[in-house]
């Protein structure tokens, strides 16, 4: 059985970091490309960063480009996102999702399964 499980969201203030985990797991997690996708409060999802199979090669939107970083340990069939400067905008639930090949792209139709969600809040 497939399984994606976000964890370490929280409430930050601005300009704090968070670097929330996806633990995945029935599936060959190596070999897939992933994606963090966020929604926020009242809008609908928004792929924020993609990174491919193996090394990885990593693709960003442009309002989180040099602040979050997208990564993944193969190893520990673990994706990361290092969010740096967060700002209230930032604001959302982020999701992880995993693409059936090995390029992950921004549209969203091509990901098959989804996370529950971890809740970042970013406020004073």
């Known amino acids: 059985e497939v399984q994606l499980v976000e964890s370490g969201g929280g409430l930050v203030q601005p300009g704090g970091s968070l670097r929330p985990p996806c633990a995945a797991s029935g599936f060959t997690f190596s070999r897939l490309g992933m994606s963090w996708v966020p929604q926020a409060p009242g809008k609908g999802l928004e792929w924020v960063s993609v990174i491919n199979s193996g090394a990885g090669s990593t693709t960003y939107a442009d309002s989180v480009k040099g602040r979050f970083t997208i990564s993944r340990d193969n190893a520990k069939n673990t994706l990361y996102l290092q969010m740096n400067s967060l700002k209230p905008e930032d604001t959302a639930v982020y999701y992880c999702?995993?693409?059936?090949?090995?390029?992950?792209?921004?549209?969203?139709?091509?990901?098959?399964?989804w996370g529950q969600g971890t809740q970042v809040t970013v406020s004073s």
């Open positions: 999702a995993k693409t059936q090949g090995s390029i992950a792209t921004m549209y969203l139709h091509e990901y098959d399964y």
